[in-house]
């Protein structure tokens, strides 16, 4: 598998934790979601690999044209809106459709079972009361 | 070297297969069980939240493998999509020793009186394929006994025993009422809507060598890992291959129906484990492949005598396909609701399954099983949720145990064109032409199906919910797990493909036990009536042979 770059993995690492982002109870990254991502892109998700490629480092340079720093340098009320304006499509059909697919991965990540990499000790089933017994 | 003898081959290890094989094998015939899928382990089915046969995000946990049986979906305007077992519109139920009975809900509703008869009780819409069955419930109630009994329902038969008369009550109690049933039937009680505990193929008590349900968290979809729930795969199949009569052949997929000159079946063609083409003869043949997989063998089974596939000749294999449309809806309590006491659903209402007003038919309304988190953050949000972020996560946190759903199986009315056809260029591994959908249900559907959600909504409103929210019944195409009504049921073979004994017309010795021969497929579950029917077929063959 090919990997990312340090610039996109610090990227890919702001997104997830602001899509979950660490309250009381952890965000994404510390989840484990950037392991589900890593396991995933070994195989489901494989095909997509460059898609996610591409997609941090358009958010990134959207980030440096607007604000002048790396998406993963901003505050996080600043890389919010701009993930508010990416998801409305202010920034083109593509970006918003891909970062949908994001969304929806990192959630798979924390909330999925943690025998898929993320959801860390099950962390996010400890969040909402989702017990495992028998 | 001269192919393999038995007296009954039966294809398909899943309800009616299992229940065909132990009744033959038990009477003394020699029987063949095949079955495309494995006899999976508890532990090989696994509790994968991504892949299992509740979400198929990316794969299933019984079957079919995700390459090599391809299916073509169709859809209203023509778009032809190839699908995969995982993917939507593949239509799937599973490919297992068991069938769908290894890892499914296990609600166990017998059909009502008035789902065998909708042409005759409510006429017959324009452009729909409505019709009365030709037997009535009277004649399948010993079989729904016997399968209440003999694969184990927990139950309060006297709870519907207005709707659906039976002369023994279900062998087991009821599980014990959850959280949540507890406040549905505050809801129902405020409306004076009668309710019944919903009978399950589960264990609430130890019964045949087997434990009693421990209440897990993972019973749609999964494997019961005490063996609590009751499929054919620990009771019926057990028995058909304890009587020492049936060998069970797994990892073989049937291609053909074999027929002499005449057009008596003689056999079946299939591949092994190894992909290697075998050829076994029988006296009688049984195909329980599931509606889509025994329309498909019917029609790939054509000769120069009937070059449009077996029993097809009225141009009925394959049409009428149906499933159910689930509607309801998503309510949000102010306390909580969820004691995590499996499998969850508990609860039901019979009251909206006939006789509603200027609507055709009905549909019985329960609450859910145990939502996974994932499920619940991919379908269970309000609209107006931020799909990310803060608020999201907020709403995982304080709402998981405060949100469930009513909703249920609305019974279908058929429309001819909602169909499976044989794909012209699309082939399997094994280069057979696969199953194609195309076509969707009778726009009446969707009319009862709102009807449905209307009812389900008063239900939550009166059970105390603080918030509803639902999405709007489309018409589709249902086949899925409550696949059913490809190779019709009737007397007349111009518009069925078997009589009302199973048997495919113009072949005396070609029967059918899955969910195909249903004429329409009820307001409820459907895989107790297959089950029955399944006796009933077997008792048939044996009379007559
Ligand atoms: C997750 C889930 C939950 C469900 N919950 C409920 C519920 O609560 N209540 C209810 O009533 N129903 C439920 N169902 C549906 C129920 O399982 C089906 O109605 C039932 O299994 C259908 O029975 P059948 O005999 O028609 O086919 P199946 O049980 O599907 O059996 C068909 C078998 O034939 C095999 N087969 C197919 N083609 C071939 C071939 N060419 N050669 C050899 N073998 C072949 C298949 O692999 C399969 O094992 C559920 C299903 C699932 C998957």
């Known amino acids: ?134 | 070297m001269s192919a393999a003898r038995y007296d009954a081959i039966v294809v398909g290890a899943g309800a009616g297969g299992g229940v065909t094989a132990a009744i033959l094998a038990e009477a003394g015939k020699r029987v063949l069980l095949l079955e495309r899928g494995q006899d999976l382990t508890f532990t090989a089915i696994g509790r994968d939240h991504l892949r299992n046969q509740r979400l198929s995000q990316y794969g299933n946990n019984a079957g079919p493998d995700l390459d090599g049986h391809p299916r073509v979906a169709v859809d209203a305007d023509g778009r032809e999509r190839l699908v995969r077992p995982h993917e939507g519109g593949y239509q799937n139920n599973a490919a297992i020793v068991g069938g769908g009975t290894r890892v499914y809900g296990a609600q166990a509703w017998r059909f009502l009186p008035d789902d065998f008869r909708m042409a005759t009780v409510y006429g017959v819409p324009t452009g729909s394929s409505l019709a009365d069955w030709p037997l009535d419930y009277a004649e399948l109630a010993s079989h729904y006994e016997r399968a209440e009994w003999e694969l184990g329902v927990a139950g309060d038969g006297a709870a519907s025993a207005d709707l659906l008369p039976r002369e023994r009550d279900y062998p087991m109690p009821p599980l014990p009422p959850t959280a949540q049933s507890r406040v549905l039937r505050r809801g129902a009680d405020a409306l004076g809507w009668a309710t019944t505990p919903v009978p399950l193929l589960i264990n609430s008590e130890p019964r045949d060598g087997r434990a009693a349900c421990i209440r897990c968290q993972h019973c749609v979809g999964f494997a019961c890992p005490v063996e609590a729930k009751n499929g054919t795969h620990n009771t019926l199949i057990p028995r058909a291959l304890a009587t020492g009569n049936c060998d069970l052949v797994t990892g073989a997929t049937a291609a053909r129906v074999a027929t002499d000159r005449v057009g008596r079946a003689i056999g079946v063609d299939y591949f092994d484990r190894d992909e290697t083409p075998q050829e076994v003869r029988a006296e009688v043949v049984i195909l329980a492949a599931g509606a889509v997989e025994t329309a498909r063998l019917l029609l790939n089974s054509a000769t120069t005598r009937e070059p449009t596939g077996l029993g097809n000749g009225g141009d009925q294999v394959g049409r009428h396909l149906q499933g159910h449309a689930y509607t309801g809806v998503n309510a949000r309590f102010a306390e909580p609701i969820y004691d995590g006491l499996g499998p969850g659903v508990s609860i039901a209402t019979l009251r909206f399954n006939h006789g509603n007003d200027g609507i055709i038919g009905g549909g019985m309304l329960a609450d859910e099983f145990i939502l996974l988190p994932i499920i619940f953050q991919k379908r269970y949000l309000p609209p107006n949720l931020p799909r990310w972020g803060a608020v999201n996560k907020a709403f995982m946190r304080e709402a998981y145990r405060y949100v469930t759903d009513v909703k249920g199986p609305t019974q279908e009315i058929p429309h001819p064109d909602g169909r499976v056809t044989l794909d012209p260029t699309v082939r399997d591994r094994w280069g057979l032409p696969v199953a194609r959908f195309s076509g969707a249900t009778h726009p009446e559907t969707v009319r009862t199906a709102t009807f449905l959600q209307d009812r389900a909504r008063e239900w939550l409103d009166a059970a105390g919910a603080i918030q509803t929210w639902s999405t709007p019944p489309r018409p589709r195409l249902a086949a899925g797990q409550h696949q059913a009504g490809t190779c019709r049921m009737g007397d007349d073979p111009r518009t069925s493909v078997v009589d009302r004994w199973c048997r495919v017309h113009g072949h005396d010795n070609l029967f059918i036990a899955d969910g195909s021969p249903h004429v329409t497929n009820g307001g409820v579950n459907p895989v107790l009536t297959i089950l029955a029917l399944a006796y009933r077929t077997a008792e048939g063959i044996l009379r007559a042979w």
């Open chain 1, 1 to 134: 598998m090919s990997s990312f770059t340090a610039t996109q993995e610090a990227t890919l690492r702001a997104v997830v934790d602001r899509i979950i982002p660490p309250d009381d109870h952890p965000g994404g990254w510390e989840a484990g979601v950037g392991n589900y991502l890593t396991r995933q892109f070994a195989g489901d998700l494989a095909p997509l690999f460059g898609d996610y490629a591409n997609f941090l480092a358009a958010i990134d340079a959207i980030a440096r044209r607007l604000h002048g720093a790396p998406f993963a340098a901003l505050p996080t009320a600043t890389q919010d809106a701009l993930l508010v304006q990416i998801e409305s499509d202010a920034h083109g059909d593509d970006l918003a459709r891909f970062f949908a697919v994001l969304v929806t991965h990192a959630m798979e990540g924390y909330y999925g079972d943690p025998g898929n990499g993320g959801n860390r000790d099950a962390v996010a089933w400890r969040m909402i009361g989702f017990e495992v017994r028998g």
